[in-house]
C-alpha cells in the first residue's frame, strides 16, 4: 500500500492536472515484492493512462486487495480503452494504444508479471475505458 501511495505521488507530478487518480487501498495491505519494480509496472500503468487520456478531464483508479495468498491490483482509466488489436495481442511487445507509444510499458509490466508467477489481464470496460488487473503472488507479511 505504502509502495502504491508513492507511486502516485509522482505520477500526479506527470499527469495533466484534469485527470484525477482515485485510490482505493487498504493501507495496511502489505506483501513482500521486488519493490523497484513493483513500483516501475505501477507507474507504467498508470502514466499509459494518463497519456490516453491526455489533457482532457478523466480518472485514474487503483485498487488493490489480497486474495488467496496473492495480491490483486486493478488499475482503470476513463480514457478511449483499448484498441481491438491491442486486446487481442494482450501484452505482447511493441503494441500501444498511442500512436507515438512504443508498446514497452505493457511488456515490461507483463515480464515483471510472469517473473513473478502471476497473471496480467488487459480488458475494456463498458462506457469507455481500460482495466488492467495484475495478479501477484504474495510472499509472507513483513512489516514493510
Known sequence: ??????????????????????????????????????????LNLILNSGQIIGEQPGQITVQ?????????????????????????????????RRDQGTGLGLAIVRRFTQDLGGSIMISNIPHHGAQVVLKLPCGEHSDR
Open 64 to 96: 488493490g486487495a489480497r486474495k488467496n495468498g496473492s495480491i490483486e491490483i486493478v488499475i482503470r482509466d476513463s480514457g478511449p480503452g483499448f484498441p481491438t488489436a491491442v486486446i487481442e495481442a494482450g501484452t505482447q511487445l511493441f503494441l500501444s
Open 1 to 42: 500500500a505504502e509502495a502504491i501511495a508513492e507511486v502516485i505521488q509522482l505520477a500526479k507530478l506527470q499527469l495533466a492536472e484534469s485527470i484525477r487518480i482515485v485510490y482505493d487501498i487498504d493501507p495496511t495491505l502489505c506483501c513482500l515484492l521486488p519493490e523497484d519494480r513493483f513500483r516501475q509496472a505501477i
